[in-house]
């Protein structure tokens, strides 16, 4: 890896005529991808729940300078009808897609279903983007040097899959149901690479965490202690800026040294922040039974099959 204390986004490689998707674009983590992957020359589609944002900021992102060649689409990643049509429109506008970056996401919310009847964080952080992964599947093979990156986080290490109580029917506790879609995004990343390493895909599924970064995710759904916690006390002591936290999946997303299954992350202590860094996924992440378990069960409940089969 390129020297990781000299990594910025200054070091992207330039990204002329390659096509991203970036879920969560007008904030946070996916707004500061998206304006760096533009200022290197890549085409950008913001995925976005809420349009008229979206607009505004590629308004924003144009006046600084940060290139033209940015859209703006709708995408709910919580209701899978919007995930496929989403998918539908895409097709019809691109024959190819180079990267698309699993970066949206909620936290820790009261306990919420979603349009089609499961936990709001799993639907939204896991269910949307295996979905909509598995949908562009064949538009990213046509890419060049095409990659999926998921942004999971710390927090996968403390997690696990309640596959008898999903959607928290039987107990629910915000933080621990953030922790199991984070954990299942970590899965999904691990299980995607092993799926498309056997049928000798050319997209690289890599994954990515922010550490621990300020943003609206830690403020807009959380309630109470946790919101006191993150937002009040957390954020202003210990975090990094979007842009800083960001570096980890722009590094996953465009560096030359990055193979697919790996793991980025910051470099400095509890990998809270630092410069973008190969880190350890969890012995439970990495476990090819829970992956295929995991899969299997996603395929279920979202009905979307991918163009790659196990072994």
Known sequence: MTKKQSWTADRIPDQTGRVFVVTGATSGLGLATTRALARRGGRVILAVRDEEKGREVVDGLMAAGSGPLLDVRRLDLA????????????????????????????????????????????????????????????????????????????NHRQGSLRFDDLGGERGYAPMAFYNQSKFANAVFGRELHRRLAEAGSPVRSVLAHPGYTATSLQTRDTRGLTRLVFG????????????????????????????????IGPDGPAELRGAPTRVRLSDAAADAGTGRRLWEVSEGLTGVRFPVTAS
Not at 91 to 111: C, Q, S, Y
Not at 245 to 251: E, K, S, V
Not at 255 to 260: E, H, K, P, R, S
């Open 79 to 154: 209701d899978l009808d919007s995930v496929r049509a989403f998918a539908a429109r895409l097709r019809e506008e691109h024959r190819h897609l180079d990267v698309l970056v699993n970066n949206a996401g909620v936290m820790a919310p009261p306990r919420t279903l979603s349009a089609q009847g499961h936990e709001l964080q799993f639907a939204t952080n896991h269910l949307g983007h295996f979905a909509l992964t598995g949908l562009l599947l064949d538009l990213l093979a046509a890419g060049r040097d095409p990659r999926v990156v998921t942004v999971s986080s710390i």
């Open 232 to 263: 009040r006390i957390g954020n202003p002591l210990l975090a990094q800026a979007p842009e800083r936290g960001a570096l980890p999946q722009l590094y996953a997303a465009t560096a030359l040294d990055v193979a697919g299954g790996e793991f």
